[in-house]
């Protein structure tokens, strides 16, 4: 069955980096494209950026351009996103979903999500 | 600021049913399928519905969706004190649909 796990959240300074990790298993991940979705606590759903199955296409939020980077390595089955100079609004708990195409799709299946809080 | 906008919130009583609207344009809902996700307290979102109306194996067919326009509506009838969650329409936006968009969450009450 699917199974995507999240992991590298935790409690960071705000201004400083941190790169959460997603390791997928139960699909051909090389053939899927994955998304990365956020909630801050208490607040709605925000997509935050989509890759591609061979990781050559990537989109993501236009306010998050040049602070957020989604990659993948799908000889890991994994997928990654690289947050820079985190800010207090950054604070959510991020899933990883799987896309339903190649080329993104709609999120499907979900991991559990890891918590990311930004604090002085 | 989400694009899609949904009702805050909606109740009723067991076994009664529920509907929940999402309100986008031509540019999202108007010329892209729509899904929509269920939220259970303190757990990761689920599929619902895809492509307007169809239900992914495992789901009920108590549960619905349709689309006219640029507007969705799911559907939830027989209601029980399981569904009482959160729910969130989705679908790609933009004139390329290179951006995902979800609603602003409906929140569901069985009185």
């Known amino acids: 069955q699917v199974q995507l796990v999240e992991s590298g959240g935790g409690v960071v300074q705000p201004g400083t980096s941190l790169t959460l990790s997603c390791a997928a298993s139960g699909f051909t991940f090389s053939a899927s494209g994955m998304h990365w979705v956020r909630q801050a606590p208490g607040k709605g759903l925000e997509w935050v950026a989509v890759i591609w199955s061979g990781g050559t296409n990537t989109y993501q939020l236009d306010s998050l351009k040049g602070q957020f980077t989604i990659s993948r390595d799908n000889s890991k089955n994994m997928v990654f996103l690289q947050m820079n100079s985190l800010r207090a609004e950054d604070t959510a708990v991020y899933y990883c979903?799987?896309?339903?195409?190649?080329?993104?799709?709609?999120?499907?299946?979900w991991g559990q999500g890891t918590l990311v809080t930004v604090s002085s | 600021q989400s694009v899609l906008t949904q009702p805050p919130s909606v109740s009723a009583a067991p076994g009664q049913k529920v509907t929940i609207s999402c309100s986008g344009s031509s540019s999202n809902i108007g010329t892209n399928y729509v899904s929509w996700y269920q939220q259970l307290p303190g757990t990761a979102p689920k599929l619902l519905i895809y492509d307007d109306n169809k239900r992914p194996s495992g789901i009920p067919d108590r549960v619905s969706g349709s689309k006219s326009g640029t507007s969705a509506t799911l559907g939830i009838t027989g209601l029980q004190t399981g569904d009482e969650a959160d729910y969130y329409c989705g679908t790609w936006d933009g004139s390329l649909s290179t951006h995902y968009v979800f609603g602003t969450g409906t929140k569901v009450t069985v009185l």
């Open positions: 979903a799987r896309g339903s195409s190649f080329s993104g799709g709609r999120p499907e299946y």
